[in-house]
């Protein structure tokens, strides 16, 4: 039970920090502080960002296998972002590349914050 209410907390964190991510970017371009190069530069790099920190604050939790704890936490975070994407019919093979891209950063993460637990 401890390991579902850890797993949905930092489900929760994940989104919310992407929410607020998104938020600011959004509103950086609508202000026009940043060019239209570097929303698009951003909107890669923030969803990376995020399920690298949900990763490590997974694998901090964690007393052993971080890399399969940061793969759980990312599938689960992809599957909710596959159906988003499904529904809103914007799906292509660059998509299932970047996909991987953030399984890979979740893991990574995950890695890493096991390593620093000890």
């Known amino acids: 039970m401890k390991y579902l209410k ?3 907390l930092n489900i929760l964190y994940t989104i919310i920090f992407f929410i607020v991510l998104s938020l600011l970017l959004t ?3 609508y202000y ?6 570097t929303l698009a530069i951003t909107k ?3 969803p990376i960002l995020t399920l690298f920190i949900s990763g490590l604050l997974m694998g ?11 793969l759980k936490i990312s599938l689960i975070i992809i599957t909710i972002i596959f159906i988003i994407t499904l ?8 998509i299932l590349t970047f996909y991987l891209i953030l399984i890979l950063s979740g893991i990574f993460g995950s890695i890493i ?3 620093k637990n000890t």
């Not at 939790?61 to 940061?70: D, I, M, R, V």
């Not at 529904?87 to 660059?94: C, E």
């Open 60 to 70: 901090k939790k964690a007393t052993k296998n971080g890399w399969l704890e940061g």
């Open 27 to 29: 509103a950086m371009h």
């Open 32 to 37: 026009n502080i940043i060019n239209a190069q």
């Open 87 to 94: 529904a809103a019919g914007q799906f292509s093979s660059k």
């Open 113 to 115: 914050g096991i390593n």
């Open 44 to 46: 890669i790099i923030i």
């Open 6 to 8: 850890t797993l949905s």
